[in-house]
């Protein structure tokens, strides 16, 4: 396991890329390293493997930050193969020095996983603050990743909606991300769903839902 970098193509960043992939991704940083975060997602990667029936015995993250969500799957998969992908190369660094994971330090829009490569492919928080124009082609690059399963864990809401953020605007933007993945892939299914609350009394998350979807094909 370790870091392996994928070097950007000759373009212009999104705002959203350039946003993640400097000093705002960095302060992100700072604002999660909580190893109780890690346990609260512990609880939500659970349910996740339980409506999965025991299945999932790889996973890529698109967005990993600094592997929180990779930590949590560890923990309960201490076998599986992990894989992130992370604009922001301080992030990337942390996962590669946890050494839990494989890291390739690269824009979502630029990187192409391999086919089928892992049994659940998913984000957690990331949908949300990509540039919506780019949401098409990143939904079909999670589908394409899976061999089985995906799962997106975002806020949501019925219509697209944007948000400001920290005080920055075209930053975050709640929609049915789900709902559109099946749409525009009629051969996933909905297998299971739920929402994590700000207050609760155990594992409290940000007031997200998250979706698993399966390839019936």
């Known amino acids: 396991m370790g870091i392996v970098t994928d070097a950007l193509n000759p373009r212009t960043l999104t705002r959203q890329?350039?946003?993640?992939?400097?000093?705002?991704?960095?302060?992100?940083?700072?604002?999660?390293?909580?190893?109780?975060?890690?346990?609260?997602n512990e609880a939500l990667f659970a349910k996740v493997l339980a409506a999965s029936g025991g299945t999932i015995g790889s996973a890529i993250e698109f967005g990993a930050n600094i592997g929180n969500n990779l930590r949590a799957l560890r923990n309960l998969l201490p076998e599986a193969e992990l894989e992130a992908i992370e604009i922001n190369e301080e992030a990337a660094s942390h996962i590669a020095?946890?050494?839990?994971?494989?890291?390739?330090v690269a824009s979502i829009l630029d990187h192409?996983?391999?086919?089928?490569s892992h049994d659940l492919a998913f984000t957690k928080g990331v949908l949300i603050h990509l540039n919506p124009d780019a949401l098409p082609e990143v939904y079909d690059k999670l589908v394409a990743a899976s061999r089985r399963w995906v799962?997106?864990?975002e806020y949501y809401n019925p219509t697209p909606?944007?948000?400001?953020?920290?005080?920055?605007?075209?930053?975050?933007?709640?929609?049915?991300?789900?709902?559109?993945?099946l749409d525009r892939h009629p051969g996933l299914r909905l297998v299971d769903y739920g929402f994590t609350y700000h207050r609760d009394p155990q594992h409290p998350l940000d007031d997200s839902t998250w979706f698993l979807l399966e390839k019936t094909g």
């Open 112 to 116: 192409e996983p391999a086919a089928a």
């Open 17 to 40: 890329e350039a946003l993640w992939a400097g000093d705002f991704g960095r302060e992100y940083i700072d604002r999660n390293r909580d190893d109780q975060l890690i346990e609260n």
């Open 161 to 181: 909606v944007e948000v400001t953020y920290r005080g920055e605007t075209a930053a975050l933007f709640k929609r049915d991300f789900a709902g559109e993945i």
């Open 97 to 104: 020095a946890w050494g839990g994971a494989t890291v390739t």
């Open 151 to 153: 799962m997106v864990c």
